[in-house]
Nanobody, 126 residues
């Protein structure tokens, strides 16, 4: 699976962005999908995950109520809708794919994922 993240950019605090993660290779619908982010000098942080059947989602505490993960398996694409952005959301955002054999509660861990995209920069100005 090859993953390509896009949609990042520079926005002001309070604005919204939607990130996309397009997949090529084996059918994306067979994988759980997740988003992580990494700010300079920090460890990569879990943002959100969605199960392969779209039925379940998981969010990091810092984005609950502001971000929404979704997927369109017909388009082999996963989305991250980010609302009410804050300067502390500034980071490089990465999408990743995990085998559907993994349980949802494990998807906050980087080690659960088998494939990673290259990242897209999100910068939120105050």
């Amino acid at each position: 699976v090859q993953l390509q993240a896009s949609g990042g950019g520079l926005v002001q605090a309070g604005e919204s962005l939607r990130l996309s993660c397009a997949a090529s290779g084996p059918i994306l619908s067979s994988y759980h999908m997740g988003w992580f982010r990494q700010a300079p000098g920090t460890e990569r942080e879990f943002v959100a995950a969605i199960s392969w059947r779209e039925a379940n989602t998981l969010y990091g505490d810092s984005v609950k109520g502001r971000f929404t993960i979704s997927r369109d398996n017909r388009k082999d694409t996963v989305y991250l809708q980010m609302n009410s952005l804050k300067p502390e959301d500034t980071a490089v955002y990465f999408c990743a794919a995990a085998s559907r054999t993994k349980i949802l509660s494990s998807l906050w861990q980087m080690s659960s994922y088998d494939y990673w995209g290259q990242g897209t920069q999100v910068t939120v100005s105050s």
